[in-house]
């Protein structure tokens, strides 16, 4: 799913969340637009992986 998102919608952020131990299939598609949660998480780890994802405006720059 995650494929067909990024080839459909160029530049989705995609945050994976599981509970399973073996992660390797999600590592292997993890990059610099996507994060994974492991279960269990807490709230704060998901404020964070949706922060280190979204655009942040730098200072400065007005079109941001």
Do not use: M, W, Y
């Amino acid at each position: 799913l995650a494929r067909e998102i990024r080839q459909s919608k160029l530049g989705q952020k995609i945050v994976f969340v599981t509970g399973f131990a073996e992660t390797a299939s999600l590592d292997s598609l993890h990059g610099a637009d996507s994060r994974v949660l492991r279960k269990p998480f807490t709230h704060q780890d998901l404020v964070q992986a949706i922060d280190s994802l979204a655009p942040h405006p730098s200072s400065g720059d007005p079109s941001n």
